[in-house]
Each structure stands twice: as structure tokens, then as C-alpha cells.
């Protein structure tokens, strides 16, 4: 079974300062990850994904990620978090198993001190 | 206009009523998905389709039934509600096995 885990429910940042949000993975074949936010009372935006090719992967509002086969990671990072990044950020990773559903992380909720 | 569209966007309802959520889509996929997300515990399975005579069930389909009408449709139904059912509802649409899914703006359902 693919399943992520996400660490840390809450990360605060300053704007400017780097963020990094954490996602690991377990899947017994090669996965399919994707970074998704949530803004509050919307649903989710894809931020970006990885399927294969580069493991660096770049997203929009100046997020990436990098797939570490051997760290079994896929952490998002922004070089300068702005005001408007605070909102819910899900790592999800492709089900085999369901359809080729999405397997969520729990979430990490990132807010942006002035 | 949104590609995937969810009526009603909240609902307060009382126990024991049925209720019915709406997923229409715009954007051709075959493949439809219910999920609800709790505080917490991020997004769950509920139920998945990939066309209207294929229906299958998540990893929390207790207490949940969906019908595909059509392609664009698909409908999300709680026979008999309880309060452990109140949570944010979701539907998504996907192309293909590697590409994204699209989800629509989420469905509150309050249940007393």
C-alpha cells in the first residue's frame, strides 16, 4: 500500500524566510506524488507533482520539490514565504490499490508572521 | 465556470434524514472520486468510479452510497445520517493514472 506522512501539523515561518514542509512516502512500486494547498473555505489547487523524469519539480507560486528515492522524501520548499502562502498544504501520493486515488497526508498548516 | 461543481456548498441537516450531494463535471474524465476531509486527518476515501457501470467502494464507505449517472455526474448519498458524518465533502476528477486529480470547492454538511 502507498501512504505518506507529513511531518509536523503546524509550521510558522517569518515572511522571507524559507519554508520547508515535509512528506515522506511508502509504496512498494515507483509513486506518483503530488503537493496540493487548501486556502480557507476552497478546495485544493495542485502546487505540483511528480511522476517521473526530473526529481527536482517546480511548481507554481514559486514552490518545488525533490523526489529522494533514497530518503523516501518529497519535502516542498519556497526560497521567501510571502503572506499569502499561509494556508493548508497536503502531500498525497497515488493508490495502486483504490482506483489511483490519493493517499493524504494529515496536513501541515503554514502560517506567515509579519 | 468551475470544471468540477458541488451542490449543495453547505448543508445543515438533523439526524437520521437522507441526504444527497452533487458532483457535475466539465472536463471529460472517466475517472470520479468522493473523499471527506476531517480536521486533522486530511482527505479520506469514500467511494471511486472510473465510468458509470464501475463503482467502487474506499476506504470509508460505511454508511455511504453514490450513484454514477453519466459521465459528468456523480452523486454522493447518506442513506441515514448520523453526527460522526459531519465534515467537509469533496469530489475530484482525474484523467489518468499519473496525472493530477481536480477537485471541486468542497461540500460542509453539518449534521445535528
Known amino acids: 500500500a502507498q501512504s505518506v506522512t507529513q511531518l509536523g501539523s503546524h509550521v510558522s515561518v517569518s515572511e522571507g524566510a524559507l519554508v520547508l514542509l515535509r512528506c515522506n512516502y511508502s509504496?512498494?512500486?515507483?509513486?506518483?506524488l503530488f503537493w496540493y494547498v487548501q486556502y480557507p473555505n476552497q478546495g485544493l489547487q495542485l502546487l505540483l507533482k511528480?511522476?517521473?523524469?526530473?526529481?527536482l519539480v517546480k511548481g507554481i507560486n514559486g514552490f518545488e520539490a525533490e523526489f529522494k528515492k533514497s530518503e523516501t522524501s518529497f519535502h516542498l520548499t519556497k526560497p521567501s514565504a510571502h503572506m499569502s502562502d499561509a494556508a493548508e498544504y497536503f502531500c498525497?501520493?497515488?493508490?495502486?490499490?483504490?482506483?489511483?486515488?490519493?493517499?493524504f497526508g494529515k496536513g501541515t498548516s503554514l502560517l506567515v508572521t509579519p | 465556470d468551475a470544471d468540477v461543481t458541488q451542490t449543495p456548498r453547505n448543508r445543515i441537516t438533523k439526524t437520521g434524514k437522507r441526504i444527497m450531494l452533487e458532483c457535475s463535471q466539465t472536463?471529460?474524465?472517466?475517472?470520479m472520486y468522493w473523499y471527506r476531509q476531517d480536521p486533522g486527518l486530511g482527505l479520506r476515501l469514500i467511494y471511486y468510479?472510473?465510468?458509470?457501470?464501475?463503482?467502487n467502494k474506499g476506504e470509508i464507505s460505511d454508511g455511504y452510497s453514490v450513484s454514477r449517472q453519466a459521465q459528468a455526474k456523480f452523486s454522493l448519498s447518506l442513506e441515514s445520517a448520523i453526527p460522526n458524518q459531519t465534515a467537509l465533502y469533496f469530489c475530484?476528477?482525474?484523467?489518468?493514472?499519473?496525472?493530477?486529480?481536480?477537485f471541486g470547492d468542497g461540500t460542509r454538511l453539518s449534521i445535528l
Open positions: 475530484a476528477t482525474r484523467a489518468g493514472d499519473n496525472q493530477p486529480q481536480h
Open positions: 509504496s512498494s512500486v515507483p509513486p506518483y
Open positions: 511528480y511522476t517521473t523524469g526530473a526529481t
Open positions: 498525497a501520493v497515488t493508490s495502486v490499490s483504490s482506483g489511483y486515488a490519493l493517499n
Open positions: 472536463k471529460g474524465h472517466d475517472r
Open positions: 468510479s472510473f465510468d458509470v457501470k464501475d463503482i
